[in-house]
């Protein structure tokens, strides 16, 4: 079954310590990740995505497919970064984005 | 306003009450979908409604119906829900993946929070 596991439910770091929030993946095929943040009273939007290679906010994310992995790390953590970070996997669809998303990481940094 | 708009934002009904979340995107999307947020358990796929057609149905139960009469409304009509219910329900909408510029961008209302006694 296709399925994304975020083993954290919570991390709680030091302003400036670096980040890494796990997810690991389950798909036969070649899979499209992503991860989605939400902030404080605010909603869920899309953070970044792994066929683009970018980095926003200072986060990045690579896709080791060897280790069926899709980790989110950031250098130096900042106090805005605090938020529910989400990893999420497209699958194939009628037309539409169907996507499954894990049970959510709360990162905590510690002013 | 723009983006997607979700009402009521809070929802408290008895179990054998009727009642409807509404949403409304203002994004041009083709795509809405409701999702389930539970805690301690990952987003939950309900529906899905691709022009205007429902493309998936997430084995939900028939007490959860939807509506979805243009491609800028949706509607999920609740009747005798029971206290295992009580969630954020959120509403989502995007482009077809043929039309996407960004493939797996969904965009999120800011939910609607319903509480079942």
């Known amino acids: ?111 | 306003e723009t983006g997607v708009t979700q009402t009521p934002r809070h929802l408290v009904m008895g179990m054998t009450n009727k009642k409807s979340l509404k949403c409304e995107q203002h994004l041009g999307h083709n795509a809405m979908y409701w999702y389930k947020q539970s805690a301690k358990k990952p987003l939950e796929l309900m529906f899905v409604y691709n022009f205007k057609e429902q493309t998936e149905n997430n084995s939900v139960p028939s007490r959860f119906s939807p509506e979805c009469p243009n491609s800028s409304h949706l509607f999920l009509h609740l009747h005798t829900l029971q206290p295992e219910d009580s969630a954020l329900y959120l509403c989502a909408s995007s482009q077809g993946l043929a039309g996407a510029q960004v493939a797996g961008e969904l965009f999120f209302g800011e939910g609607s929070r319903l509480t079942v006694l």
């Open chain 1, 1 to 111: 079954a296709q399925r994304v596991t975020q083993p954290e439910k919570l991390l709680s770091v030091f302003k400036g310590a670096p980040v890494e929030l796990k997810c690991n993946y389950s798909y036969s095929g070649s899979p499209e990740l992503f991860w989605y943040v939400q902030y404080s009273r605010q909603r869920l939007q899309l953070l970044l995505r792994h066929i683009s290679r970018e980095s926003i906010k200072g986060f990045t994310a690579d896709l080791n497919k060897g280790e069926t992995s899709f980790h989110l790390k950031k250098p130096f953590a900042q106090e805005e970064d605090s938020a529910m970070y989400y990893c999420a996997l497209l699958l194939p669809s009628g037309g539409y984005q169907k996507v499954t998303f894990g049970t959510g990481t709360k990162l905590q940094v510690i002013p």
